[in-house]
């Protein structure tokens, strides 16, 4: 809860900032509040308790996905003051939604009742919106945020009709009388409806197959940072939020009751698979590499949608995936912002050469594919093998089967984007790198690395 | 109120409010002004505050309406900026119409 409180209080003070003059020092000292709220979470960690009439349930599953988002968060605020060089005077606004919208994040793996995650995420979309289509001069910028918020707000519409009917179903929004009651044999027959509508609506905001169309475009045309904070910390949170929503409200032994349970997992198996194998056939065909990152964001989702198979003891695969993941994609997208910094576009040809120009800015970034492609040493791979070791003991062998024919595809892809590095010869002459791409580069990957050789840290987190 | 609701029936609220929202859901996939397209979010989310308030008397419980309060105001927020990256657009293309939004593709 006060994880909650302290992170709207930065972001107020982020405003003040603006007031007071102190944009220069804006970026330090809010990564320094992140690091104090950081604290704050991981001595909530070990307190689970629920606050304000059972509004917020701080619980070891909230603590630890938020202690992840902050994370994420203190990356992408490191990366804005340099991204951000030519807007000085808009900085303090950028950086406060970009806290605002750790505010929603926060609240919607914390949530106890509907009233809350709604807020969540809408907070978090809404930020969006806005950093989507920041770059207003832009046309390609301003598209990409009408689409996000079109289809944004299509899926929230969705969410929100969904609680609706479980409202009506249930009588209350409360998460715990929600599951209660969702225990008993009669149902009125809007409690799946609302539940399906529900899961729609967040299966949108994942970007997995067959709600994805929105993801390339929106992901290409964005300025970059919002790209890496949509393929990082907006994935990772959606699936966080998916996963606990069915978690908590006892969906699974609502449904068996029903004998509804094999056409829910019939559909879950259909959406991974499609979401890895369209995500990946697609992606091995672009060139720009903001959209395939954006194709590959989307077979990441299905690889995490397979957590969902086996939902009673999937958490802490589920956080460790997410974390492996958002790091390779913090790294990767780091290089991406400094290799097309003064650029137009973002296709493969500009990293030609890159090995030449910037030795180790091609090493992060292939590490940070390889760690994707789940390649041993980096936290992917573990990731991968814990996550489809576990599936297999559910009894899904098929859609561990696909999963590996997909990571071998995979591989096609990021090789692509490497082979371009190490192979072809520069265009031109490398630009100066500021140390704070490098910082942020070489500590995601090495917390990558480090999770690799650890997985058991994370793993064992949730029990 | 109660007893209106008891007249009228639940179901027949449920069956308004799914038609308001099918109605909005036809409204953004089929509409091509950005203008009506935002109207027809509203209508979505309208038709789900309805029945969030019929809901509400039908359970004799105070939570659905301040439940609507809540999705008003995310609905007025949501709609501001939504506009806010329309006025962009006019200024950059000259035009609302969301079929000219196609220089992302691949």
Known sequence: MNTLIAITGLGVLCLLFEILNFRKAIVPITIIGLLAVLGITFSEFNAPGSHYNNMIVVSKFSSAFSALFIVLTIFLVALAHDFYEDHKTKISDFIAIKIFMLAGAVAMVSFGNLAMFFLGIEVLSISLYILAASNRLNVKSNEAGMKYFLMGSFASGIILFGICLIYGAMGSFDVIEISENSLSAELPIWFPIGMILMTIGMLFKVAAVPFHFWAPDVYEGSPTLTTTTMSTLVKVVAIATLYKLIAELNLIPSLENQDLLGTFKTIVVIITIASMTVGNIMALKQNNVKRMLAFSGISHAGFMLMTLLSISNSAGNLLYYATAYSLAGIAAFTVILYVCKNRDNEDIANFNGLSKNNPLMAAVLTAALLSMAGIPIFAGFFAKLVLFNQTIQAGYLVVVIAAVINSIISVGYYFKLILAMYNKEPNEEAAKTQFVFYAVAIVAVLLNIILGLFPSAVLDLLG | ?106
């Open chain 2, 1 to 106: 109120m109660n007893n209106i609701l008891n007249q009228i029936g639940i179901e027949n609220y449920i069956f308004l409010s799914v038609i308001l929202f099918c109605i909005g859901v036809f409204g953004v996939l089929y509409r091509r002004n950005a203008i009506i397209v935002f109207m027809s979010i509203e209508i979505m989310l309208n038709a789900v505050n309805l029945l969030f308030v019929a809901f509400s008397t039908y359970h004799q419980d105070a939570q659905g309406q301040i439940f609507v309060f809540f999705s008003m105001a995310v609905a007025a927020a949501e709609v501001a900026v939504g506009l806010a990256i329309l006025v962009s657009i006019f200024r950059n293309l000259g035009t609302i119409d969301v079929g000219n939004l196609k220089n992302l593709k691949g």
